[in-house]
């Protein structure tokens, strides 16, 4: 198990590292940067004077070089745009990001794995067809459209919460329910598939017939085995959200990550785009490493081997 | 369908030659399924709206479609202006028709996702072909590629290359592809590997001289079919991934409008007027939507494990219907269901008949089985697979298969009263502590996920009352000790796979005899298991027996095992009892020829100098059980009585009885 875990750390960092080398390649392709820095209106010797700062002058393996050390000292340089080391900036946005995922997470999993373990419990059902229309509708919705439409129902008609903003638990709940709504049918869609077929395996009615009780069986017996699958979608969905909430952030005002990145984009602000892909990237690195480990946790044949 | 046109008696010829008509019904079966679904057609529709606002867009658009009218500002859906021209979808904010913005947006809307749906599509099918059919090295790397891209936040990556490419509708559908054909990668390799799987198998049958073409008409046939499904998918969600960059700014570029275009600019207006924004978003989103309802009707229509998936659904509801072939019994006299009981039995099947509704018709596992087990007897059940010996074990511990199985008829007594007519929880409260049972498989009739302590715990506090959790531990250690398994307190906390068969059966022993059950049914206990681990197991129930004065049924098909271990006899063949009595008899001088084709195929046993004879033959399907006495197809004595007329079952001794037309005869010899 220790050399499991040495060996799922070892590929982590390599992908980290990877990243990192991506990053500095693709944003590349942005542009001059002192042209970014400076503006159009800058004189040569003012241009030159700053591309020696930036160590632009040096070959691109050399450049390449610095920005991997630097990035290992945890340091992408300052913002152009706000002056401020880039690295620090992001971390100041990432609580936010990781409030709106779990919030997300903390409306699906309940909903869906309830939702899920009923339609599995009472098969062929109305629920069964609720399910698959609404993880099919789900994956139609573009996530703007439905923020836009709650919004308009419930902070412009209806005023019962904020349109955007951050800071009170009322601002979170728009966003996260936005969020839910695209995924929740998916993972009741997964959990019943998976509860239905533990619910016909040999172990369910061996148990039936200890004389347990239904609860028992459903949750011990069904629901502990269908657990992997189930957690692997949720914790997928929990890998997307961290890296893909931007449009939901720029819609609802959220001071998230992905907020950040658009408005560095916008403002070619190569540090802080830099240190921002770099962080989600690491994140979602760290985060599959984690669910990694949890899966040892959840089934005990792969915690023996 | 058409096979239902053809002869009833003849269903074998049918199957043999699907490939014939396989070749076309699948498209017939495909529009037939859509027009029958209401949302498919819906879907049809409005992808047929879809295309034609793309084709005649010059036509619809009328002239200066673009220039604006400031009178008519912000009209809302339904009014006319000024003019008296009717604004269906209302105007916009510069008092443009809405409804011809929505006609000039589609192409933009669709355009780029659908190219980079096809570009990403024969991009990932053929990297994923490869990798798949070369494996190795290759494979490996293009597997690195794929998981390293699927690390970086797709979204963010789109973002990304637009501002530093700058937006143009071909870096949009660049970085739209980019995005979707690593998961076609994915899927195509796993196909990829699977084929070639296949064509080794196939290569192997051309050295026999058949035909190569099973690869045009078998597989290719369903990697069309996962690709067509696939790309589907994909083009529904580049649409929303092309929309989200539309909407951000990053997409299509004015002078070109998208929906998703639309959607942001109507963003600043949205309270005031709410149709700019509800408008393009909703058809973006029935526009995906029939998409994806698309590919499920094309999912559900040619896949062939799903087609056979909706089969078995539509064969669940199907109501159970005899067979014209076999009369109803009307119930029997009182006396007559004792036949194969013991005078004051503990546990009584009465009767009792169960169905299976399946795709291909009603399979009757169990038709009319009666019998009785006394305190403290071992009673085996004996037949071979299929003839119904474990469903009725399932019926009387209440797991049958549901919904497909069914109990038409019967009784099963135990304690004074029908376990088949009293409430669920009454029942409960009978399994695991008056009845309990020890299954084939060990290992699939255990939690994987549960210790061997937490289910013996679980067992124990649902059938006695006050018992702690430490209290049942302790118990639970003792029942380990008691069924032989070394170490009990360590093993404990042992999970089900970390035992050995044996074990593991005896694990499930020690459940069976937590609440010292009165009977004990052992449903081909040993079968798993080599022989010298087969003898201890037997014994130990034996001995568990002697010592607890528990009733086992003992159901197997090893008539070595019954002649060692069972007072009494219950032999079944095709859903039915042949004939019952005390082991000794029926070993030494059976009544029914069944019994004794049975015993002279078995070694052992029979202990003369007799050559082993199998029975010729096999046992009847369930769903086509011979008139007359089922075994007569089989039967070196049948004659045309044995053809005609179902025997009754008949008493010979008190103890006695077989359902043979010459049952007096067979005995005698």
Redesign the interface.
């Known amino acids: 198990m220790t050399v499991y875990v040495i060996k799922r750390l070892v590929s982590a960092f390599a992908v980290i590292f990877l990243v990192l080398t991506a990053i500095f390649f693709v944003t590349q392709l942005l542009g001059d940067p002192v042209q970014l820095v400076l503006g159009d209106t800058a004189n040569p010797e003012q241009i030159l004077a700053v591309r020696d700062r930036l160590g632009l002058n040096d070959p691109i393996w050399v450049q390449y070089w610095h920005f991997v050390t630097r990035a290992a000292q945890g340091s992408f340089g300052d913002s152009f745009w706000q002056q401020l080391p880039a690295l620090g900036l992001v971390f100041s946005r990432l609580p936010a990001t990781l409030l709106l995922s779990l919030a997300t997470i903390a409306i699906i999993v309940p909903i869906g794995v309830t939702l899920g373990t009923l339609a599995a419990y009472h098969q062929g059902s109305v629920l069964e067809r609720i399910i698959n229309f609404f993880s099919i509708v789900g994956s139609s919705l573009v996530s703007f459209w439905l923020a836009l439409m709650l919004i308009l129902l419930f902070a412009v008609t209806l005023r019962l919460l904020p349109t955007s903003g951050y800071g009170s638990p009322a601002n979170i709940i728009l966003p996260a329910v936005t969020l839910a709504t695209l995924q929740v049918g998916t993972l009741a869609q997964v959990t019943r598939t998976s509860v239905s077929e533990q619910l016909s395996s040999s172990f369910v009615s061996a148990a039936r017939a200890r004389g347990l009780s239904p609860a028992r069986v459903m949750i011990r017996y069904a629901l502990r085995n269908a657990l992997i699958p189930i957690f692997t979608v949720a914790s997928g969905m929990l890998i997307t959200l961290v890296n893909g909430a931007v449009i939901a952030e720029v819609v609802f005002g959220w001071p998230g990550v992905g907020l950040l990145i658009l408005q560095a984009i916008q403002q070619g602000d190569l540090p802080l785009i830099q240190a921002a892909i770099f962080v989600t990237a690491s994140l979602i690195v760290i985060l599959t490493l984690l669910v990694d480990l949890a899966y040892l946790r959840i089934n005990p044949r792969v915690r023996l081997q | 369908m058409t096979s239902m046109k053809t002869a009833p008696e003849t269903p074998a010829v049918v199957t043999i030659t699907p490939t014939i008509q396989s070749s076309r019904s699948p498209l017939r079966l495909l529009i037939k399924s859509g027009l029958a679904d209401p949302l498919v057609i819906a879907s049809v529709i409005w992808i047929v709206l879809v295309i034609v606002a793309i084709t005649f867009r010059g036509a619809i658009l009328p002239a200066g479609w673009q220039d604006s009218v400031l009178v008519n500002r912000l009209k809302p859906p339904f009014t006319t202006d000024s003019a008296g021209v009717l604004h269906l979808l209302g105007t916009d904010a510069l008092g443009r028709d809405y409804l011809m913005q929505m006609v000039a947006g589609t192409g933009a809307t669709v355009f780029p996702a659908l190219t980079a749906a096809a570009i990403g599509l024969v991009f990932g099918l053929s990297v994923g072909a490869v990798a798949g059919y070369m494996g190795g090295r290759v494979d490996a790397v293009v597997l690195r590629i794929t998981e ?1 891209q699927m ?7 789109a ?3 637009l ?3 700058g937006s143009s509708i071909g870096v949009l559908i660049i970085v739209l592809a980019l995005g979707a054909w690593t998961g076609i990668a994915r899927v195509s390799r796993g196909l990829a590997l699977e084929l070639r799987e296949l064509a080794f198998v196939d290569s192997a049958r051309v050295i026999g001289g058949s035909n190569p073409r099973i690869i045009i008409r078998h597989i290719a046939p369903n990697l069309f079919t996962s690709v067509l499904v696939l790309g589907t998918l994909e083009v ?2 580049l649409m ?1 991934s092309a ?2 960059l539309d ?2 700014g990053l997409g299509v570029q004015p002078p070109e409008t998208s929906w ?1 275009q639309l ?2 600019k109507g ?1 600043e207006t ?2 005031s007027a ?1 149709w700019l ?2 408008i393009p ?2 058809a ?2 029935l526009t ?2 029939a ?3 698309i590919a ?1 009707w094309l999912r559900n229509n040619l896949d062939v494990d799903q087609r056979s998936r909706n089969l078995a ?1 539509v064969a ?1 509801k199907t109501e159970i219907k005899f067979d014209p072939d076999e009369t109803p019994e009307p119930p029997r006299a009182q006396g007559e269901q004792g036949a194969h009981s013991t005078s004051n039995a503990i546990l009584e099947v009465r009767d009792l008949f169960v169905d299976f509704s399946t795709e291909r018709g009603v399979a009757k596992a169990i038709r009319g089985v009666s019998w009785g087990i006394g305190r403290a007897e071992v009673l085996a059940i004996v037949g071979e697979s299929g003839s119904g010996k474990s469903v009725t074990a ?1 019926a009387i ?3 049958l ?1 549901r ?1 497909q199985a069914r109990i038409r008829r019967g009784a099963i007594d135990y304690g004074g009263v029908d376990l088949l007519t009293i409430p669920d929880s009454k ?7 008056g009845i ?2 020890v ?1 084939q ?1 060990a290992l ?7 210790t061997i302590a ?1 289910h013996l715990i ?2 124990i506090q ?2 006695q009352e006050g018992v702690s959790r430490k209290e049942a531990r302790d118990q639970a250690g003792d029942l380990l000790r008691k069924v032989g398994i070394p170490d009990p307190i360590v093993r404990l906390d042992d ?1 089900p ?2 035992f050995s068969g044996g074990m593991r059966q005896r694990v499930l022993i020690a ?1 069976a005899i937590a609440n010292s059950p009165a009977v004990l049914i052992a449903d081909e206990p040993t079968t798993a298991l080599d022989v010298t681990i087969q003898a201890q197991i037997v014994k130990l129930l034996l001995d568990l027996r002697k010592s607890t004065a528990m009733s086992i049924v003992l159901i197997t098909h090893d008539l070595s095992l019954v002649a060692e271990s069972a007072d009494r006899v219950v032999v079944m063949y095709a859903g039915r009892v042949m004939e019952s009595g005390p082991v000794h008899e029926i070993i030494s001088h059976p009544a029914h020829p069944y019994t004794k084709q049975l015993l002279a195929a078995t070694p052992d046993v029979m202990v003369t100098s007799e050559r082993l004879k199998p029975i010729p033959g096999s046992p009847p399907s369930p769903m086509r059980i011979p008139s007359g006495c089922p075994f007569n197809p089989r039967c070196e004595k049948a004659q045309d009585i044995c053809r005609e007329v179902r025997p009754n079952e008949l008493h010979l001794t008190p103890t006695r009885s077989s359902a043979c037309h010459f049952a007096e005869e067979v005995v005698s010899q």
């Open positions: 390293f690390a970086f936040p797709s979204l963010l990556l973002i990304l290359i501002a530093s490419l529904a969600a929303l929309a989200g909407f951000l998703g959607v942001s963003r949205l309270a709410w924004v509800v978003g909703l973006i989103f995906t939507l998409v994806n309802l499920v659904k669940r399932r511990m209440g797991i298969e919904p029942r409960r409260e009978i399994y695991g502590a309990s049972m299954q498989d699939a009739a255990l939690n994987p996920s549960a937490t679980e067992v649902a059938h999970y796979h970390q459940m």
